[in-house]
């Protein structure tokens, strides 16, 4: 038997329910979401599904209810696809950014701007130095802890993301026309530091005194400008500089190549969990030619130094279901080219919400099997 | 002072709703065509109101700078995903199978003749999409020539070219090349959200009569005194929600002119789809202020 062992863990969110989405829009449910209630209970082996559907039935769940309820369901569903550690699917969130806009004060909402195609995202302003007025996530996190026996990892937006998807009408509102760099990227560095300091580190010390053990602090902005990377660097180290944890950074759909040699600079970050399998080819194999996605980066890894990598191994934006030889290969590949497989653990590219739970489970089911035969072949 | 916006302006939140619904099956193709109709007939209110010189249709059927074009093209088609520059915006790139050519050009928008500008992507901003598969001479000869041309045939006043990455390159030699393949018209080169200080030098040789600069990204000082052309003046900032005061832009504009350039004309520094259309209504109406305020100095 071999002692390699790889952790498998989600990213962070999963769809939400259509059952909890039309609660919360105030539309009415149909037999449809009743019907999905009912079978998914019954498959995950939900404790007590029956009174989630009766409640749905009868209108007599209050929303919270609701949502505690979709919690428990995310986690029955990670658990049973064999996690090893696992969150609620970001059940209770809106999405990560105006999760954390709309609680902390100094942000106020400016409207939809689109992402593509027919795709839109709500975006604030930063009106004034941000702040909250406790730890955010404490409450959500009592409630996974006490739902499930697992490791229990905490995703959080990074400070620098927030700063990026924010519009900034306080800190580099004055002077912008014919500002020089200097004043825009002081003006940046400010809020990526109020934001880490005064916002994303009140919840870290609140998540961690009530127990939580692992942070993953999400940066999907964090290689948007390739020369602030720097501030992505700061905004991790400010946020949970000194606090007990496991700490890792989750990255994706970004050029890498522009993390290094900032990243090294990261302090005591267990890890950089990426986004691989969007990039890379669907047949097997564990040449570099097999696995354009993850070579260059992997390269990367190898070359800095870097401790650890949260290997990407599903790609969320596809109904693709990676069969498990295919996630096999591409950890033998990283194990192969890294040369050691302690600094290798295993996870999707990122967050599935936008994918269903039946391609959810089946995709999870397969990374975990897949994750088992690569430590077979190792042994 | 002529003032005017070029690119693509955002969608209404009334629009946004309707692609949603559409998507979902809550709603019609044929019912988000009249709510684009709609958004159409209500930005060429707000450019009236705003008093500006040149309308735009805003591109509200583009999905992004590329597709329209590349979908017209025989050779071209739709590629993954890429990020816009440095925003959260993405379009898809150009996937090349083909010799390009343009098989049908775009219809012109349905406004009167000589009042309106059109925008198109830059010969050099296509062939990066493509990720230089081919290269921008053949795509300014093959496809944007034909479609500047048939604008202009159409009764546009000016077709601005959006180049986003040459001010970040640094580099202007492949950008005239491949403007030089395109007919004499009517052209602006508009170098949206970057710092254009390097290549200015090199863009007075350009085969275009009217330079567009991001003033928000490159300094006053990077603008040769005496420049010979005619001036865009991003002073209205496309990526950001705070609302700009005319009178500041018109003072920057008065630094601007002291410079000698062949003439200016206020524009956004970029596309305004970057911000929520209310709030790009009301940066269309600072710059017709800008425009009126310098009007009166003058």
Known sequence: ?379 | MRAFAPGIYPRSEELVQATRDCERGRTSPKAVAEQVERDFQELVSVQRAADLSFLSDGMLGWQDLFRPLAEAVEGLDARPLTRFLDTNTFYRGVLVDGEPRLRNPLPPPDLPDREWIGTLPSPLAFARAARDEVSAEKLAANVLGPQVQAWMDAGAALIVLSEPFAAREGSADELLRGLAELPAAPLALQLPFGDAGSILPALAEASVSVIGIDFYATSLDALPSGFPKEILAGVVDARSSALEDPVEIARFVEELLAREPGAVYLTPNGDLQFVPEPIARQKLACLGHAAIELAEVA
């Open chain 1, 1 to 379: 038997m071999s002692g390699v062992r790889f952790v498998t863990r989600e990213i962070g969110s999963l769809a939400k329910p259509s059952w909890r989405v039309k609660a919360f829009a105030g539309r009415p449910l149909e037999e449809g979401d009743l019907a999905a209630a009912e079978e998914w209970g019954r498959r995950l082996e939900v404790k007590g599904h029956e009174a989630l559907v009766e409640g749905l039935r009868g209108g007599s769940l209050n929303l919270p209810e609701i949502d505690d309820w979709a919690a428990i369901y995310a986690i029955r569903l990670l658990e049973r696809v064999g996690l090893d550690v696992v969150y609620d699917g970001e059940q209770k969130r809106t999405e990560m950014y105006d999760h954390v806009a709309a609680f902390a004060r100094g942000f106020e909402p400016r409207g939809t701007v689109r992402s593509f195609d027919n795709k839109y995202y709500a975006k604030a302003a930063v009106v004034e130095a941000p702040s909250v007025p406790g730890p955010q996530d404490v409450e959500e996190f009592e409630f996974v802890r006490a739902h499930t026996d697992r490791v229990v990892k905490v995703p959080l937006t990074g400070a620098y993301t927030m700063e990026d998807w924010s519009y900034d009408e306080h800190y580099g509102h004055e002077g912008g026309l014919g500002a020089s760099a200097e004043h825009r990227f002081d003006a940046r560095r400010r809020f990526v530091h109020d934001v880490a300091v005064n916002v994303i580190r009140p919840n870290v010390e609140g998540l961690v005194a009530a127990g939580a053990k692992w942070i993953q602090i999400d940066e999907p902005a964090a290689t948007t400008k390739p020369d602030e990377v720097p501030l992505v660097v700061e905004g991790f180290n400010e946020a949970t500089r000194g606090v007990e944890a496991k700490k890792s950074m989750h990255i994706c759909f970004s050029d890498y190549s522009a993390l290094w040699p900032a990243v090294m600079e990261l302090e005591d970050c267990l890890e950089l969990q990426l986004e691989f399998a969007n990039r890379d080819s669907r047949e097997l194999g564990t040449k570099d030619e097999d696995r354009p996605g993850y070579a260059d980066t992997l390269a990367l890894f190898k070359e800095h130094g870097y401790p650890g990598v949260g290997l990407g191994v599903l790609d969320i934006h596809s109904d693709f279901v990676e069969p498990a030889a295919l996630v096999r290969d591409r950890i033998l590949y990283a194990v192969e080219v890294l040369g050691d497989p302690d600094r290798i653990q295993v996870n999707p590219d990122c967050g599935l919400r936008t994918r269903s739970w039946d391609v959810v489970y089946e995709k999870l089911a397969n990374m975990v099997q897949g994750t088992r035969l690569a430590e077979d072949a190792l042994g």
